[in-house]
């Protein structure tokens, strides 16, 4: 079993910036990739960001291309999200979540294992 628990949340203006972290612990080394997922009231769950467990490689969404970026910190398990230039559209809960999917960075919800109870977020115009 692998735990995921997100900080970092909070109330924010537009134009400011937010870091969120995931703390993963357990059998880590079963992940491939982990990833941040946001859930919006009345929206579904959608992907915003994920990295290889190896750092190599990020996929983002279009959404947030070029003002967040998912970092990780092999050494303390740690995946985060830096978020700039937030906007209201990006108000949700968001929540880490973790694949053992070998390829890629999956989008889907479904190839998630594991997941963080996620925090929320919340940007005021």
């Known amino acids: 079993q692998v735990q995921l628990v997100e900080s970092g949340g909070g109330s924010v203006q537009a134009g400011d910036s937010l870091t969120l972290a995931c703390a993963a612990s357990?059998?880590?080394?079963?992940?491939?990739?982990t990833a941040w997922f946001r859930q919006a009231p009345g929206r579904d769950r959608e992907f915003v960001a994920g990295?290889?467990?190896?750092?190599?490689?990020?996929a983002y969404a279009d959404s947030v291309k070029g003002r967040f970026t998912c970092s990780r910190d092999g050494e303390n398990n740690t995946v985060y999200l830096k978020m700039n230039d937030l906007k209201p559209e990006d108000t949700a809960v968001y929540y880490c979540?973790?694949?053992?999917?070998?390829?890629?960075?999956?989008?889907?919800?479904?190839?998630?294992?594991?997941w963080g109870r996620g925090v929320q977020v919340t940007v005021s115009s």
């Open positions: 357990g059998r880590t080394l079963t992940v491939y990739g």
């Open positions: 990295i290889r467990r190896n750092g190599g490689n990020t």
């Open positions: 979540a973790g694949t053992l999917f070998p390829h890629l960075i999956p989008r889907e919800v479904s190839r998630y294992t594991y």
